[in-house]
């Protein structure tokens, strides 16, 4: 019974195809070949013999699939180099054939009916791409699947794989597949890793490599530069940084050589010494004075000028230069003002100003003081007409400061232990030993003389600070006019207001009486002689200095 059904079978095979021999390509056959009239009794007559085979329990509408999925199949059978075909198809290898094996695997029909007897499928290096070909689980007896050297991508049909019972080997190497959840460990453990070398499946050892390296190496690194980048910007450019990101008052070196072009000549206005100094202009535009001092000081001394520096910083006031910010280490310190076009008080007197411009100078200077009597009582200052300047207005601006701090442990004037930081302006002419111990009243006393007598007293010898004086005091109030400068005579100086200014200086000056008025007097005195001046207004407002008390003191101490 088997060796006829053999008999049989081989008969009709070669009836059905004996016209594809002289077909060359499949899809010729595909298309010209159509199942023959006996065609249902043929396969009738198979799957009696093997009833396994995929399409014995075919439809009558299945037939010119099965009948394509034949042809198709003694085309691949012959391709792929297998012996006695079509019966003896256990192997598909279209292994490094490009051009016919997505052509093949494009056959649904043909996978539909897949025969039994394929058990290997080899498709390697073939430039399939795209999604698995899932079609090839329908040869679910297969027992080999190479589909390695492709552009495959996507998800691997893992559990597809899984299930097939016979696969015992598997190839997915070279391709692009997703990367696999941790999860899928079974299946990994089922076909070693040379099944999965570089699918994309696992990860891979090289990119983890350079992923280790970026982490150990290269995050590290951009950390450094990062955090170095912005250390390079908060230590030596601040001012580039967002305003409320940094400290506007503390300059650096780097910050003072840029607006100064380099330190470069061209910027230097003036050097005494230890003492140079620049004009410069900021990163936002601001023109300020740059006084560097170079000599080497003791680390407390470097401490106190920080201090003293940071009670500057907190002035404000528009009878008093703008002190904007400092640098400094123990070799060298800068202070920063705002830059005053204008001269110093000395200058001023020689272009002979007039008596109310004279006054309105006194009574800025006034200003100046009463704001720093009533919010720094700590800080003297220096009140000689080359250190007092005016700016391109013409208003007064006190420029010498010295912080003095008290000593907690005795409170007499002797202990005070003194720093002193001299904002210089073009001419200095005044010690530092001179600045201290004369009050700043009688110091005012001083100045309001000499706005008025245009004389100068040598300033570098107290003696004769009181030579003068004395000889003022004995000609006032008779021969004031003699005490005065000339040009005020011009500018329409009666005798009375001249008599009432040297009277006051005079008083200011004269410590021995006892008799020196309060600054809120002195205020009071020199409104007065400017309203004689200048008839009061209902416009022009008297600015009490006590309104300036308002000013919130920074920093508490
Ligand atoms: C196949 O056989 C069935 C009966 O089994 C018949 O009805 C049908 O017409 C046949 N078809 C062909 C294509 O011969
Ligand atoms: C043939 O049988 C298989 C299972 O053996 C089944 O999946 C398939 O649907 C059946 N086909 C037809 C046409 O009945
Ligand atoms: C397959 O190969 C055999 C033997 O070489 C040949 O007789 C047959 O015509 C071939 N079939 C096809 C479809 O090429
Ligand atoms: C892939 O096939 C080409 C020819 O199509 C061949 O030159 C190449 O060596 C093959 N590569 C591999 C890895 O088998
Ligand atoms: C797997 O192989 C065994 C033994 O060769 C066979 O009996 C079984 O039918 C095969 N399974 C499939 C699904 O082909
Ligand atoms: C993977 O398995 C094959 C046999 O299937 C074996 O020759 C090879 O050494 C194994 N490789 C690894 C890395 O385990
Ligand atoms: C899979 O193919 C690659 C490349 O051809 C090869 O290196 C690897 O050994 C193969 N894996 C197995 C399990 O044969």
């Not at 088997?2 to 595909?30: C, K």
């Not at 607006?259 to 010494?273: C, E, W």
């Not at 207005?393 to 010498?400: A, C, G, H, K, N």
């Amino acid at each position: 019974m088997a060796s006829i059904s053999l008999t049989l079978l081989l008969f009709f095979a070669t009836s059905i195809y004996v016209l594809e021999v002289s077909s060359n390509s499949v899809i010729e056959d595909l298309n010209n070949q159509h199942p023959p009239p006996d065609f249902n009794t043929t396969i009738a007559n198979k799957c009696l013999n093997n009833p396994s085979i995929r399409y014995c329990n075919h439809t009558s509408a299945d037939i010119p699939d099965i009948f394509k999925s034949i042809i198709v199949a003694e085309h691949l059978c012959n391709e792929s180099k297998n012996l006695g075909c079509p019966d003896s198809f256990t192997m598909i290898n279209l292994q490094n054939r490009p051009k016919i094996a997505p052509l093949y695997l494009s056959f649904n029909f043909f996978w539909k009916y897949c025969p039994v007897t394929i058990l290997s499928i080899f498709l390697s290096n073939n430039s399939i791409e795209g999604a698995f070909p899932s079609d090839i689980f329908q040869c679910s007896q297969m027992e080999a699947l190479d589909l390695s050297h492709n552009q495959l991508t996507g998800d691997a049909p893992i559990e597809s794989l899984m299930s097939l019972p016979n696969l015992t080997f598997l190839n997915l190497s070279y391709n692009h597949f997703s990367e696999v959840k941790i999860s899928d460990t079974q299946f990994f453990q089922h076909f070693n890793s040379s099944s999965f070398i570089h699918s994309g499946l696992l990860p891979d050892y090289h990119k983890f490599t350079l992923k280790a390296v970026f982490l150990l190496i290269g995050f590290p690194l951009f950390v450094i530069l990062t955090v170095g980048f912005w250390s390079f910007i908060c230590f030596r450019r601040p001012d580039y940084l967002p305003s409320f990101l940094c400290q506007r008052r503390k300059f650096t070196s780097a910050m003072l050589k840029a607006a100064t072009n380099g330190f470069s000549g061209r910027n230097l206005v003036a050097k005494m010494g230890d003492l140079e100094i620049y004009r410069g202009t900021l990163r936002d535009g601001t023109e300020v004075r740059i006084e560097i001092y170079t000599q080497r000081i003791s680390k407390e001394s470097s401490i106190k000028f920080v201090e003293e520096c940071k009670v500057l910083v907190q002035l404000q006031h528009e009878n008093l230069v703008q002190v904007l910010g400092w640098w400094g280490n123990r070799r060298s310190r800068a202070i920063v003002t705002e830059w005053t076009d204008g001269e110093n008080i000395d200058t001023w007197l020689s272009y002979s100003p007039t008596w109310k411009q004279r006054l309105q100078v006194v009574m800025g200077v006034v200003e100046g003081m009463s704001y720093l009597y009533e919010q720094w009582p700590e800080l003297e200052y220096d009140l000689s007409t080359s250190s007092v300047c005016l700016s391109k207005e013409t208003v007064p601006l006190i420029s010498r400061f010295k912080v003095v701090q008290e000593d907690n442990s005795t409170h007499t004037q002797e202990s005070k232990v003194q720093i002193t930081i001299s904002l210089f302006f073009s001419t200095v002419s005044i010690a530092f030993s001179n600045f201290s111990g004369v009050s700043e009243i009688s110091q005012f006393g001083v100045f309001l003389l000499e706005i008025m007598s245009n004389k100068c007293p040598n300033n570098n010898i107290t003696q004769s600070i009181t030579e003068y004086v004395d000889w003022t005091s004995t000609n006032y109030p008779e021969n004031v006019w003699k005490v005065i400068d000339e040009r005020l005579k011009k500018t329409g100086i009666t005798e009375d207001q001249a008599a009432n200014g040297i009277g006051l200086a005079l008083m200011c000056i004269d410590r021995s009486t006892e008799q020196q008025p309060s600054l809120v007097q002195i205020a009071d005195a020199v409104t007065m002689l400017y309203d004689s001046v200048v008839p009061a207004t209902p416009n022009r407002k008297r600015r009490p200095h006590k309104e300036r008390g308002k000013h919130e003191r920074l920093q508490s101490r």
